[in-house]
């Protein structure tokens, strides 16, 4: 079995995404959805979206942070 590799940016291990159990209102979900699929984003990736935001402004976002991972499809390559 081979160790999991390194990040070679920072050279530490890449920490694999933390799932959280969220309950919330069905009516406060159902204003995320609306919102999310606004900006073309999942509910998931708009909570993540808004949390950064929020400690971000309050200062408490761990500089270690990454960006948010681009998900779907990559971008075309221009024609040479």
């Known amino acids: 079995m081979t160790p999991p590799a390194e990040d070679s940016r920072s050279g ?5 995404r933390k799932q959280v159990l969220l309950r919330l209102d069905p009516l ?3 204003a995320l959805a609306r ?10 990736a708009q909570i ?9 402004e ?16 990559p971008p075309a390559d221009p024609a040479p």
């Not at 979206?49 to 400690?55: I, K, S, T």
């Open 35 to 44: 919102w999310a699929s606004d900006e073309l984003r999942s509910a998931n």
């Open 28 to 30: 406060v979900y159902e």
């Open 12 to 16: 530490r291990r890449p920490q694999q």
């Open 48 to 56: 993540e979206f808004l949390l950064r935001r929020a400690l971000a």
């Open 58 to 73: 309050a200062g408490r976002l761990p500089g270690e942070a990454g960006p948010i991972p681009r998900r779907g499809r």
